[in-house]
C-alpha cells in the first residue's frame, strides 16, 4: 500500500486542536512548576525551529534541570555525518527530511510504505523529559517531543509470530558524507523486544525543545529509548520491521563483545574498555554515579526478570 505523499510536514498535521488553548497554559504552568522544583531552568524561547504543539506529560519526566539547548543540539553522535560530536551539526544541514517516508513490514496485518504525515497525523504528540546516557559515559536531560512507539504498533498490527522490532536509518551517501567511508556498516541498524517496543516510555520523537528535530539529532523520526544506551536511539528511521527472530543490529556487528543486543543501562556491567559506574552529566563538573536502567529500573525491571544481565547485556 503506497499513500501518496503530500508536500509538507504542516503544523497542522502534528496538531490536535484541544491542545493548541493548553499550550499558552502548559508554558506558563511548566515555569512555575520548574521553579518551584528547585531548578532554575531557561525559559522556554524559541529556537528558530517550527513549533509543534504538544501535552505535557510532566507525570513522565525526570526531574533533572535539562540540558543546555546548545549542548543538546552541537555534542551528537550521528555518524553518518562523522565520527566526532560537533560534525553532525556542521553537516547534518544539508540532510533533505521532506518529503520522507517510512517502510512498515514483515509480520505485521497493515503493511506499506507510509508518508510521514500520515504515519503522524493519528497521534497525538507530548513532551517527555528524558534522560539520555551514551556508551561513552556523558549524558543529558532532554524535553523530546514524540509519541509512544506502541500507538504505531497497535496500528499496523503486528501479527503473533512477531517477537522484535527492527529499525533501519536512512541511507543517502550524497547527503549524510560519513556513509562515504565504511567505519559501520551502513545503513545503521537497531533492534528492540516486542516488550520493550510497546512499554510506555518508548517514544518515537519528531521534536525537542517544543521544535521540529534539529537534523543532528535524528530528524524528522528517531527513537528513545531512556532506560537504553544512547546508541538504541536509533536516528532518521526509514523502515521498521517485524519479524519473530532477533534482529542484527550495527554497534553488535561492530564489536560483538563491547555492545549487546539489549544494551540497559548497567552500572554493574563495564564496557570491556572502561567503567560504567559513573559519568558526566553535560554542563555538570563532577561525576554522577550511574543509575541501573538510567534511573527508570521501577518502570522496566519487569521487563528482564529472570535474565542474567550481563549474559544479556
Ligand atoms: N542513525 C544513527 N542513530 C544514532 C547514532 C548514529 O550514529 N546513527 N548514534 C547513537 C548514539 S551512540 C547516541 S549516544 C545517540 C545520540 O543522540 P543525540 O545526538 O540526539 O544526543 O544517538 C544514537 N542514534
Ligand atoms: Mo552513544
Known sequence: MLIRRKPDLTEADVTDPAWYARRREFLQGTAALLLTAGGLRPARAGHGGRRLDFRPRPDLAVPDALTDYTDVTTYNNFYEFGTDKASPAELAGRLTTDPWSVTVDGEVARPGTYALEDLLKPHPLEERIYRLRCVERWSMVIPWIGFPLADLITRVEPTS?????????????????????????????????????????????????????????????????????????????????????????????????????????????????????????????????????????????????????????
Open 161 to 313: 509470530r512477531a517477537k522484535y522490532v527492527a529499525f533501519t536509518t536512512l541511507y543517502r551517501p550524497e547527503e549524510m558524507p560519513g556513509q562515504r567511508r565504511h567505519v559501520l556498516d551502513w545503513p545503521y541498524v537497531e533492534g528492540l523486544r516486542m516488550d520493550e517496543a510497546m512499554h510506555p516510555l518508548t517514544l518515537l520523537a519528531v521534536g525537542l525543545y517544543g521544535e521540529v528535530l534539529p537534523n543532528q539529532n535524528g530528524a524528522p523520526l528517531r527513537l528513545v529509548v531512556p532506560w537504553k544506551y544512547g546508541f538504541k536511539s536509533i536516528k532518521s528511521i526509514v523502515r521498521i520491521h517485524f519479524s519473530e527472530r532477533q534482529p542484527m543490529t550495527t554497534w553488535h556487528k561492530a564489536a560483538p563483545h563491547e555492545y549487546g543486543f539489549y544494551a540497559n543501562v548497567n552500572p554493574e556491567v563495564d564496557h570491556p574498555r572502561w567503567s560504567q559506574k559513573r559519568e558526566r552529566r553535560i554542563g555538570e563538573f563532577r561525576k554522577r554515579k550511574t543509575l541501573p536502567f538510567n534511573g527508570y529500573a521501577e518502570q522496566v525491571a519487569h521487563l528482564y526478570a529472570g535474565m542474567d544481565l550481563r549474559r544479556f547485556f
